[in-house]
């Protein structure tokens, strides 16, 4: 019930072409999904986060859209670029564990690669 | 300002070994996360502190695992008797909520994370 699911494992998308990463969810208790970004031998980065009261949220040429109905939310890349080739990882975050800390609890990853 | 810092970058131990991971958070952050990464795996909880305080290690593993944070210092994320399954990425983040304490929506920063390898 604390799982994210992401999919696909790993994508590859020509240079200009749109990049989707999907991500499913069950525990309603989740209350808002991150989107991090991490590049060999670094850390993650938060890239770009919806909470549950909207459906889309654009930042740029990225944008997450989200089915509450659903319990589930995608990331896409528009014009993608060789400089977003990266791992991505989507998250949700909410209050469940009782002891009132904040979990991220991560998807997989997906690993990106935008060819020339 | 420095983002948040960890070291050493890699460590290597052999079986049976101790081994100490330090992170440094974000100055003014006073709340720490341990994550750890497994290959092709997503970042699993492991543990969440304040200072001085343990506030959710419900990630931890029961034994061997232990983790501070000192009222000065950094974070120590600490493994005894390493053995070649806790080979892995660790990483930690911090965050500085507005308030006393922390929402799900107060980011989290990430540092680069130490790669321990077991032998």
């Known amino acids: 019930q604390q799982q994210v699911k992401q999919s696909p494992q790993s994508l590859i998308v020509q240079k200009g072409g749109i990049s989707i990463i999907n991500c499913a969810y069950e525990?309603?208790?989740?209350?808002?999904f991150p989107w991090y970004q991490q590049f060999p031998g670094k850390g993650p980065a938060l890239l770009i986060a919806i909470r549950p009261d909207v459906s889309e949220k654009k930042e740029g040429r990225f944008t997450i859209s989200f089915n509450k109905s659903a319990k589930q939310f995608s990331l896409h890349i528009m014009d993608s670029q060789p400089g977003d080739s990266a791992t991505y990882f989507c998250?949700?975050?909410?209050?469940?564990?009782?002891?009132?800390?904040?979990?991220?609890?991560f998807g997989k990853g997906t690993k990106l690669s935008v060819i020339p | 300002n420095a983002g948040v810092m960890q070291n050493p970058r890699h460590l290597v131990r052999r079986r049976g070994q101790e081994a100490r991971l330090r992170c440094s958070p974000m100055k003014g952050h006073s709340h720490v996360y341990w994550y750890r990464q497994l290959p092709e795996e997503g970042l699993k909880f492991m543990v969440y502190?304040?200072?001085?305080?343990?506030?959710?290690e419900s990630g931890m593993p029961k034994e061997r695992f232990s983790a501070e944070f000192p009222k000065e210092g950094p974070s120590i994320l600490r493994i005894q008797q390493v053995v070649r399954g806790d080979s892995a990425a660790y990483f930690c983040?911090?965050?500085?909520?507005?308030?006393?304490?922390?929402?799900?929506?107060?980011?989290?920063?990430f540092g680069p994370g130490t790669r321990l390898t077991v032998l």
């Open positions: 502190l304040q200072k001085e305080n343990i506030i959710d």
């Open positions: 525990n309603t208790a989740f209350d808002y």
């Open positions: 983040a911090s965050s500085d909520p507005d308030g006393i304490s922390p929402t799900i929506y107060d980011e989290q920063f």
């Open positions: 998250a949700a975050h909410g209050v469940y564990s009782g002891a009132g800390s904040y979990q991220l609890t």
